[in-house]
């Protein structure tokens, strides 16, 4: 009798294979000392595996970069600045100093006192935060010991199935085990913790693993040699199912794999509905790599360019200059014509920037961020203004301001770029003179005032990740509130209607840069509303182009409004399933 076992969707895909358990290395709780004479010697011993660590986080950063995995590639550069912190590394270098603790025993102890604070928090974010301490940790203890592996693996090849890809059953995997894995070998992993946030989780969908996290200790139930289906997008792992339950998953795989050959068709295939409406299919990215990766999986253009990657990770800001050359090369990237939307610096919330100093603050999310930062330290905003602004006369360049609230920031930011206009006017430097320039829609306030914004700006481009989580007033982070963060709700959806309208009424176009921008489910609601742009993750564009061409928007307005008049978000949902049926196959 198969068993069934339910967890957090981390990655979606179907993977079919036989289990390898990982069980957990428990670390000696034994505390090792040395003799105090050999303190320093010890300490530098720690030093030169700190340096190490560094080197191989490097390493791991520049392959996910050269990928064009740019937020993949942050989490490393996240831990190679915890090899800096004074409250860990610095901490664990003092106990072999002042109480002779033998290295690894110092840095393992330190680790797990961290994590441990970390895990006592509130916060769901921060908590997931304790797997990234614990495995800088050991990444350390192992360059002491002298291992050159970081596990999971070598772990993993240890009798290995031989009769297909294995799915790995584990209590948790740190990042550098995730971003090490074998794709010829595993088809896709379980764990007993963990969350939809966590790096392993970034990683794991980054890689295509299939992925179910936080299923609990039950997993840890399961045997060696087991045959299991990974459901990653309900969040469902089986054990041992019966011959028509697999029989199921097979054809359901087999069919995904056929509709993946069947997207690939549609990347330089216009973006045109059924009846003949032309939409822009245009991608979010972090990096010049980022956008040649887009443009090879069909993106027409940029939707959001997150240009505070440009500042997270070293001792000083950007320079102009830098900031031109990084922008630029973009632009070129997609030619003349195609559209690049630059997102002024967004630092605050979930992403810090040491190097500001900013106040640590018990509400981040609705806190010192973005704009308001920006427009608090005008000599640095210019300084990116005008880079933005230089990169305009290569391309299709628009520059967008986040989060903003009201009408005196946006009046406020656009005076700051004609100063940068100035500026550069007075330096002989060229820029497009007359380029767009607009605002996310991603408070409700501004949502509310859209009509008002529309008068002035040359565009909205509507970021559902954070509009949804201020409407329902649910931290995104939070995986126990994934029931309010849906974008589907009709409080939400009744926001992006107003948004879209206010902005046509004006003539001017409006884009989505959300999560919900490439979901299947949304693109018809979002049609019918008239949405003028789509930016999303470049693997998600074919698909959408392949979805776009099937649907008729003149058939849509009605269901646009009716999802505007149901009770919550699951009867949204299955409006739009009604409908649409077809996209039952795909979901």
């Known amino acids: 009798m198969g068993a069934r076992l339910n967890g957090t ?3 979606s895909g179907i993977a079919i294979g036989y289990a390898k358990v990982l069980r957990a290395e428990t670390e000696s709780s034994e505390i090792r000392k040395i003799d105090p004479a050999q303190a320093e010697a010890e300490a530098a011993r720690f030093d030169a595996a700190v340096a190490s660590a560094a080197t191989e986080l490097e390493a791991i950063r520049s392959k996910l970069l050269g990928e064009g995995k740019t937020h993949e590639a942050e989490i490393f550069e996240a831990h190679a600045f915890l090899l800096e912190d004074e409250e860990l590394v610095g901490a664990a270098r003092e106990k072999i100093v002042a109480e002779s603790y033998e290295a690894a025993s110092a840095i393992l102890e330190t680790t797990q006192e961290v994590a441990e604070v970390l895990g006592a928090l509130d916060d769901p974010y921060l908590r997931e935060r304790s797997a990234d301490v614990l495995d800088v940790g050991r990444r350390i203890a192992r360059l002491l010991r002298g291992e050159q592996s970081d596990g999971a693996e070598e772990r993993a090849d240890e009798g290995a199935s031989s009769e297909g890809r294995m799915i790995l059953i584990a209590e948790d995997l740190t990042p550098s085990e995730t971003a090490g894995l074998d794709a010829s070998a595993v088809a896709g992993f379980a764990t007993a913790v963990g969350g939809a946030t966590s790096h392993s989780a970034i990683i794991a969908r980054s890689g295509g693993f299939p992925a179910v996290v936080g299923i609990g200790a039950g997993l840890m139930t399961v045997r060696d ?17 019966d011959a028509a339950v697999l029989a199921d998953y097979e054809a359901r795989r087999e069919a995904d794999s056929g509709r993946q050959a069947a997207y690939e068709a549609y990347r330089d295939r216009p973006s045109v509905s059924a009846d003949g409406v032309r939409v822009e299919l245009v991608a979010n990215i972090g990096s010049a790599a980022d956008a040649e990766e887009a443009k090879r999986k069909g993106a027409e253009g940029v939707g959001l360019f997150r240009t505070e990657f440009l500042y997270m990770g070293r001792d000083a800001l950007p320079s102009e200059d830098e900031q031109y050359e990084a922008y630029r090369e973009v632009a070129e990237t997609f030619g003349a014509d195609a559209p690049v939307v630059i997102r002024t610096m967004d630092i605050g919330g979930d992403k810090e920037l040491p190097l500001l100093e900013l106040e640590k603050e018990d509400n981040p999310f609705l806190g010192y961020r973005a704009i308001r930062i920006s427009l608090d330290r005008p000599e640095m ?3 990116q203004l005008r880079a933005i602004l230089r990169a305009s006369a290569h391309g299709n360049v628009k520059a967008m301001f986040p989060m903003i609230a009201t009408l005196r920031e946006w009046r406020a930011a656009k005076a700051l770029l004609e100063e940068a206009k100035q500026e ?21 306030a501004a949502a509310m005032m859209a009509d008002r914004f529309a008068r002035e700006v040359d565009f909205f481009s509507i ?4 509009l949804v989580q201020y409407a329902m007033a649910a931290d995104r982070m939070n995986p126990k509130l994934s029931t309010l963060s849906d974008p589907f709700h009709p409080a939400v959806l009744r926001l992006v209607d107003r948004v879209i309208r206010a902005a046509h009424e004006q003539g001017k176009w409006v884009g989505m840069c959300g999560e919900m921008a490439g979901h299947p489910l949304a693109l018809p609601v979002l049609l019918g509303m008239g949405l003028d742009e789509f930016s999303m993750s470049a ?8 979805l776009l061409e099937r649907l008729h928007r003149d058939r849509l307005g009605s269901l646009a409004t009716a999802v505007l008049d149901v009770d919550d978000a699951a009867e949204a949902k299955e409006l739009v399933l009604r409908e649409v049926p077809d996209l039952r196959e795909i979901l």
């Not at 299991?228 to 041992?240: A, E, I, S």
Request: aromatic share 6%; no cysteine; glycine share 16%.
């Open 424 to 444: 550069l006017s007075g330096r002989g430097i060229p820029f497009n003179p007359e380029m767009e320039t607009g605002i996310m829609i991603e408070i409700p």
């Open 539 to 546: 693997g998600a564009v074919t698909r959408a182009r392949w």
């Open 9 to 11: 969707s981390a990655s």
């Open 225 to 241: 040699g087991q045959l299991v289906v990974v459901d990653g997008g309900n969040g469902v792992v089986l054990v041992n199912p």
């Open 381 to 383: 905003f210019k300084t």
């Open 463 to 466: 970021g559902t990740n954070d």
